[in-house]
């Protein structure tokens, strides 16, 4: 039995679909209620992570016309841009393409998905130029200034990733921690937010390709194709979206010991057409494999499942003022990847809207101000503990729950893909 997308579209329209979480299929799963095709039509799911591959494109006046004939090089909030393609001669008009993870000459800590998230936010934006003719200039800008402003993804929304740890005997700086990475098996890094992922729900791309349209850090986008290197076990996708209607809380940057990186999210919906997709979207975190690599080799040493990662952990990191010790110094402050710890008064603050729940300050904390149980990757009679998540599975719950509300209340409409990713 199978069923066409026209006619979940149509069910949609008339108000008449069954539109579910991924979150709420697995709750529907556990509860022991068999779930046939004609139970749910379509189901909402989503990722929040750290995605290097994003850019972003903006086009926007910064001087009079013919104050410079073209830019070479420009600086936005002392991150590096790249001037052009269109050189935009003598109209005081700015081509720049910024990557995620470029990081700026003022603050080693800061990058483009920093920036990324100030300019969705409103906030004053620092423009420095330097023009083919030597000259230099300097403006402020916010989004509103810039008629267009887009983000895109060259390698989003990966079906499932691995699990990373330093088997060696010296600590190592990647992309993929946000302190050193400890040697002889002390922690493990995680990403991939298990069942909730959307190509986890789609395996086969029946339903997701080119055309279709996803919410991208909580702005309607559209998939343009795979991304890179993607490959049939471990699909990912490339897309846009305007960064006008953006959320700033999905999206952000995340300080790694190898540099600043970008965090994005995606929210896909998945018509239920046959019972393959079905099988997908009713499989828990324990029937997805994650690999477990060495961080420095990139080798596979071990595998087991999403479930060690999110099965009993805690999605939200605790956070108790009044257990501070009042350390020298804080660690959790020091290596805190989002900046989202400080101290107010002589106490410790956490600020929600930005933490990504990665779990750090837990692991560091010597007393109860953070605490989390993140849980550990038992594989070959090892048991790593989970030190670091790099996936943020509390607001890829909810940017799910959103779309199906838009979905249900008409303001997103699911579209059929224009053409097929092949796998």
């Not at 069923?3 to 979480?21: C, N, P, Q, W």
């Not at 130029?129 to 990966?158: I, N, Q, S, W, Y």
Request: proline residues 5%; charged residues 25%.
């Amino acid at each position: 039995m199978s069923r066409t997308f026209s006619e979940i579209k149509s069910k949609v329209k008339r108000g008449k679909a069954v539109v579910l979480t991924a979150q709420e299929v697995r709750e529907l799963v556990e509860s022991k209620k068999h779930i046939a095709l004609e139970d749910v039509d379509v189901v909402t799911c989503a990722t929040r992570a750290v995605m290097s591959g994003t850019y972003a494109v903006f086009s926007f006046p910064v001087a009079r016309p013919h104050a410079f004939r073209r830019a070479e090089k420009a600086w936005l909030n002392g991150v590096p841009a790249q001037a052009g393609p269109c050189p935009n001669e003598g109209l005081g008009v700015l081509d720049l393409m910024v990557f995620g993870t470029a990081r700026s000459k003022n603050d080693l800590r800061y990058g483009g998905g920093h920036l990324f998230r100030d300019i969705v936010e409103r906030k004053k934006i620092s423009v420095k130029v330097e023009t083919d003719a030597g000259k230099t200039f300097e403006a402020e800008v916010t989004l509103d200034d810039m008629p267009l402003a887009r983000l895109f993804g060259t390698r989003h929304c990966f079906k499932n990733y691995t699990a990373f740890v330093n088997p060696g005997d010296e600590p190592v700086s990647t992309i993929f921690h946000a302190i050193e990475f400890g040697p002889r098996l002390s922690g493990a890094s995680v990403s991939g937010c298990g069942h909730l992922n959307p190509a986890e729900n789609d395996p086969l791309l029946e339903t997701i390709g080119v055309g279709t349209r996803v919410l991208i850090n909580g702005a309607e986008g559209y998939v343009t194709g795979e991304g890179t290197r993607s490959t049939p076990e471990k699909p990912n996708f490339s897309g846009f979206a305007d960064l006008h209607r953006m959320d700033p809380e999905y999206m952000g940057g995340f300080l790694t010991s190898s540099g600043p990186e970008c965090v994005c999210s995606w929210a896909v919906p998945v018509p239920v057409l046959n019972r393959s997709i079905l099988a997908s979207v009713t499989k828990g975190d324990s029937d997805i494999s994650l690999p477990v690599v060495d961080v420095v080799s990139r080798t596979p040493i071990g595998a087991t499942t999403y479930g060690d990662v999110w099965e009993d952990a805690d999605l939200e990191v605790r956070f108790d003022s009044g257990a501070c010790k009042g350390c020298d110094r804080c660690r959790p402050e020091e290596v805190c990847p989002t900046r989202s710890i400080g101290f107010d008064t002589g106490m410790p603050t956490l600020d929600r809207t930005t933490c990504f729940n990665c779990g750090l300050c837990a692991t560091v904390c010597a007393g109860d101000v953070f605490s989390a149980e993140l849980g550990a990757l038992c594989f070959d009679g090892q048991k790593v503990p989970i030190v670091v998540r790099q996936s943020d599975r509390q607001r890829a719950l909810r940017l799910a729950e959103d779309l199906k509300m838009r979905i249900l209340e008409g303001s997103f409409e699911i579209t059929e893909m224009a053409e097929r990713i092949l796998l």
